[in-house]
């Protein structure tokens, strides 16, 4: 079976809600072949699903999916084609699902100057999306309070994110649609 059928009978388990199963045909494709980004990012998404959709504990309040694998094999991922905006993507999505905000700001300022380098990568969909999941995040750790520290320091990233994920250039650019004559 060719490296290409194995990724995609993963992401027909995938598409089936049968995350478990994907991660193990994933893993294996990553055991054969350690230089594809595809079965590690194909993994760690199959891994988040899981843990959007059955939690990540078990009876015993342990995690199920260790939450550092998940992180190592995006970053990999990532590493292995950091031209991927998609693979950028998902490290920063998980870092926030896994509150760890100021490592997945980095991680979306990385993606912004890979949208600089090149016309042919869009990232402004990519940006937008990390900006409400990074104000949900923000809201569910401050209680709501949003004049807490955290939310101070956090928040304008977020605006800027939602920003530059509206199609602005900078935040500069925005605010001279703002301004009344």
Known sequence: MSEEDIVTIAAQHITRGDYMTAMSIFEEHVSSYPDDPAGYHGWAEAAMFEIQENGNFDEKGNDRINEGKVQSYLKRAAGLEPENAEYQAALANALIEFDRVPMAIREFKKLIELGKKSEDVDVSFHLYEAAKQLIDC???????????QFAR???PVAI???ILGLG???????????VEE
């Not at 569910?140 to 004049?147: E, F, H, L, Q, W």
């Open 168 to 178: 602005f250039s900078s935040v500069e650019e925005a605010m001279e649609h703002l």
């Open 153 to 155: 320091q956090f928040i």
């Open 138 to 148: 923000i809201d569910v750790k401050v209680g709501y309070d949003r004049s807490e």
């Open 160 to 162: 800027e994110f939602a």
